[in-house]
């Protein structure tokens, strides 16, 4: 059985997305691994309750994928039982004209969560190395030439590692996930949108269209992982094709964050223990009285 450091990208070497597979070895029981996903919930729980109380440190989850790979079922899966006072969800779509003014990286920046709280990320600024450079986005930006000349993109890499580094220096974990998804599995779910009525909502013509550049996003993400990819803010490759599986390594990884945070109750210095107690005697006076 894998275990999670099999799915883990942290810069130390390039990768190839072939290599990483999209389905579990078939020796994987879906039980076990349903009650695993179940437990690492019910302790996920713990661990936010503690990060939200001390209030020390961010933590932020990118989401990329090909369309129909199962972002927005992994996120609604995994983080069911958090506390949403403690946990903001964004979905990152074309850019506004207000978004499009800025520097890429702008939209991203005002959505990071407030010490103690965590955000989800359902795509991100990554798009701007993605579908940016897929379609050649770049080109028509309303940018001086200066920042269009020469490669825009490996700039945009640099610019990413360094934002994110900023960010872990200043209390913020980044974990980014790939949810690797093969081309067949999504012909598969782009189908069954058509064919039932009630997912009939979800798809879209344009998702088509993105299907025919498959190759080049392939080509693009694993660019992307190989250039952003760092001890602090690492990628997992994670295999998609079986949402039950997908959800437990999600639930690992964020687990495996959290360890490393270790986040405890804040605990209060002599003088708040002593007014604590005098509140105490105040409330247990009142019931005698």
Not at 11 to 37: M, Q, R, Y
Not at 143 to 165: A, L, S, V
Not at 232 to 243: E, F, G, I, R
Request: glycine share 4%.
């Amino acid at each position: 059985m894998n275990s999670l450091k099999d799915f883990i990208v942290n810069g130390d070497k390039k990768i190839k997305l072939k290599n990483f597979a999209t389905t579990p070895d078939d020796s994987i029981s879906k039980e076990k691994i349903v009650k695993k996903t179940k437990a690492n919930l019910e302790e996920m729980e713990k661990f936010q309750d503690k990060l939200y109380s001390e209030g020390k440190e961010g933590l932020v989850l990118i989401f990329q994928a090909m369309d129909a790979a199962g972002k927005d079922s992994t996120i609604k899966n995994v983080m069911s039982g958090l506390n949403p006072q403690g946990i903001d969800v964004h979905s990152f779509k074309q850019p506004s004209g207000e978004e499009a003014a800025h520097s890429f990286l702008w939209r991203a920046i005002k959505r990071f969560p407030t010490r103690g709280k965590m955000a989800i990320f359902n795509r991100s600024y990554y798009e701007d190395v993605l579908v940016v450079k897929v379609h050649k986005l770049y080109e028509t930006a309303k940018m001086p030439n200066r920042c269009k000349q020469g490669d825009i993109i490996e700039r945009r890499y640099k610019d990413i590692k360094n934002f994110e580094e900023y960010e872990y220096n200043n209390g913020y974990r980044i974990i980014k996930f790939f949810l690797n998804v093969s081309k067949d599995e999504q012909k598969k779910r782009f189908l069954e949108r058509i064919d039932l009525k009630i997912k009939n909502w979800k798809f879209s013509s344009s998702d088509l269209k993105e299907r025919a550049h498959w190759d080049k996003y392939m080509q693009a993400y694993e660019d992307a992982i190989n250039a952003t990819a760092s001890e602090h803010s690492p990628w997992y490759v994670l295999p998609a094709d079986k949402k039950w599986y997908t959800r437990y390594l999600v639930s690992e990884a964020v687990l495996d964050v959290f360890k490393k945070i270790a986040p405890q109750y804040p605990k209060l210095d002599e003088d708040a223990q002593k007014r604590l107690q005098a509140d105490r005697e105040i409330l247990m006076s009142e019931e005698n009285s």
